[in-house]
């Protein structure tokens, strides 16, 4: 065997014994190991010992519930709602008033429209409980199929829908436009109708409607 450099230690077949330090180190790594098989058993029994939480059910409802009175289409109506039911809902889903279409439900398409107090409101961004004792009137209760309203006949003579859809929030708008004398100009009624969509596009019909309406009804007669 060669001789080794003279700044090498020499070399022999007994094993060089463990140092202090290496010990040390050994017993370290022994000791994290065996944490990281105990950490997740603990983890797993602290997850399973933890509490459920309580969905919210029945106590959390009721304390949700409150009375409303509401006056609609000239009837007073009371009910027990939750805090979050819209005028919408409510028409819709417990008054059996279908009339009144949800549509984008965010306010945005007009198909909701209804008169609270004579102002035109979205009502499906309009809480129930904010309204107490105010008028609200929906389409139903602005004609009946034996006396239409005007604007009805109006929107009938000129071919002012198609589907139908949005047909009563657009009455509904129009109605009030006409009503504060905001329908002189074609411009000006394209302007304030801008918060009813119709995605059939019978514009040219309603703004005709409401001109024919804001004119006095000339040449209208309702349809049998």
Known sequence: MPTPPPHLPPL??????????????????????????????????NIEASPVPTPLLADDSAARLVPVTLRINGQTVQ??????TTVLDLLREQLGLTGTKKGCNQGACGACTVHVNGQNVNSCLALAVMHQ????????????PEQLHPMQVAFIAHDGFQCGYCTSGQIMSAVAVVRDGHARTETEIRELMSGN????????????????????????????
Do not use: W
């Open 133 to 144: 004792h105010q008028d609200i009137t929906t389409i139903e209760g602005l004609g009946s």
């Open 79 to 84: 009910r027990t709602i939750d805090t979050r």
């Open 197 to 224: 969509i119709c995605r059939c596009g019978a514009y040219n019909g309603i703004v005709a409607a409401m001109q024919s309406v804001a004119a006095g009804g000339k040449g209208l007669t309702q349809r049998r």
């Open 12 to 45: 022999d077949d007994q094993p060089v014994p463990p140092t202090a330090e290496r010990r040390d180190f050994l017993k370290q790594l022994s000791t994290l190991a065996a944490l990281s098989l105990v950490q997740p058993v603990q983890a797993m029994q």
